[in-house]
């Protein structure tokens, strides 16, 4: 018998990930809340109303990334508890399928996030509001930035899930990874964050991050099936 | 060819060994039973007949296809049932046997579900959460996930547990001698698992220490393993 292709099979795993969050919502609402929570104390301790530039950029993207590690954490926890990682591994499909279908869906699951934090973090932080035009650079930012975290993210958390210290092992691994991914996006939307007025958008840094997408993508399609054998 | 050839198939974790030097044929249709105390190697046989665990040593073939070479031919054809149900309590049982069925690239497997979960008498639960049912009612839905793809071997650990007489002759045609399919059975039964095998391995410590026709072998040999 012929198994499906990759593609077929990832959106079969991405259908069934984004049904079980949809049908019992655990990590989208405690990024959510997280991120609302995270907002509220920067404001008190850095006694500021609003902060803008660098400062503004760091807080959105240490806020991102912390949420994001919730997200990591629960990223295989239904596969482990359940036996769905076996049942998956039992399937005569190419085991990268996975890697795509859980990297699409941390990155669905962060752009969902943004959709919501993004805003609450204007409304409540952000000084001088960029204009409409200056948040599709911000969108750009965001994107790369979640390509990044979600292939990063799914690489510890596939190798977290076969540890019995996987909490752990996700913070330890995944937050030395990220710090590329924050100092490249911080820099890139500290400008469109600026107090005089929205700066442009600073390509060398959205280029870092790109670079950084493309090698750890290449090395987690590299790296993946090894991590899911015994 | 033989369906199951095993060729000094050995596993070990770390400097443990839990199987060692186990060397085997089944012919098709043929069913092996496997007996042995807790921690005996059984379950690690059948998972790395499963492609789930690589051999540390030997070889394993299925339809001669090697578990550890051509793992993604030998798992289009077989069906494991472990202790482990492998569904999802959140979905349905229909999803769950849904996303299998996508996941072996079955096409119109919409009447093959409604067949399956018919003959385990779950059509009226279909649409419920898994987690909403008792264990042999997911042991009775594992079944149906294991044979969904209709795999000429079957690789089942301890099929019966958690069902009820009634239940147990429910999934007899899928996963019974009836079915007509290779099988690797382990038991801890010595006469109902020899009454269902055709050949009857005993492991103790991962090592074979008896292999014969389950014929030739008697339910007091068996229950000298345990001992």
Known sequence: MSGPGTFAAARAVLAKELLLERRA???????????????????FAL?????????????????????????????FVADRDEGGLDGFLLAPVDRTALLFAKTLTLFTFLLALEIVAVPLFDILLLGPSPGIGDW?????????????????????AAIAVRTRSRDLITSILALPLLIPVVIGASRA???????????????????VLALYDLIFALLAWALFDFLVED | MSAIELDGLARRYGDRT?????????????????FGPNGAGKSTLLRVLATLLRPSAGH???????????????????GFLGHDALLYGDLTAAENLSYQARLHGLRDARERIAQLLEAVGLTARADDRVHTYSRGMVQRLAACRAVLHDPPVLLLDEPR??????????????????????RVVTSHDPAGGLAEGDVALGLRA???VLLRPAADVSAAEIGELYR
Do not use: C, K
């Open chain 1, 189 to 207: 939307t500290a400008p469109i964050f600026a107090a005089a007025g929205a700066g442009s958008l600073p390509g060398r840094w959205l280029a």
């Open chain 2, 206 to 208: 991962g090592r074979p």
């Open chain 1, 47 to 75: 006694q500021r109303d609003s902060v803008s530039g660098n400062l503004a950029s760091g807080v959105l993207w240490v806020t991102v990334l912390l949420a994001a590690l919730l997200g990591v954490g629960r990223l």
């Open chain 2, 60 to 78: 394993a073939r299925i339809f001669g296809s090697d578990v550890r070479t051509e793992g993604w031919r030998v798992r289009g054809r077989i």
């Open chain 2, 18 to 34: 839990a199987l060692a030097d186990v060397t085997l044929t089944l012919e098709e249709g043929a069913t092996l039973i496997v």
């Open chain 1, 25 to 43: 919502p655990q990590t989208l609402v405690a990024m959510a809340l997280f991120s609302g929570t995270a907002y509220v104390i920067f404001h």
């Open chain 1, 136 to 156: 599709g650079g911000v969108l750009l930012v965001l994107v790369l930035a979640d390509l990044g975290i979600a292939v990063v993210g799914t690489l510890v």
């Open chain 2, 161 to 182: 547990a958690n069902l009820d007489p009634a239940a147990a002759e429910l999934l007899e045609p899928l996963l019974g001698r009836a079915s007509g399919r290779t």
